[in-house]
């Protein structure tokens, strides 16, 4: 099972975009708000685990 950590890094509309934190990338990822925790919030930090997002503090 593998963890990866991202941050919001803008919300647009239906989706947001997410930089993985984890390791050294400028890479963005677009995900559906849908499958993200329905409070997050542009600088939110996620962990991704087990095909589910999960707010971290």
Do not use: C
């Not at 984890?22 to 087990?50: N, T, W």
């Amino acid at each position: 099972m593998e963890t990866w950590f991202y941050e919001v890094v803008n919300i647009e509309g239906d989706y947001a975009n997410l930089k993985r934190m984890d390791i050294e990338s400028d890479d963005l990822k677009l995900v559906a708000r849908a499958l993200l925790p329905a409070e997050i919030m542009e600088g939110s930090k996620l962990k991704y685990e087990m095909m589910q997002y999960e707010i971290v503090e």
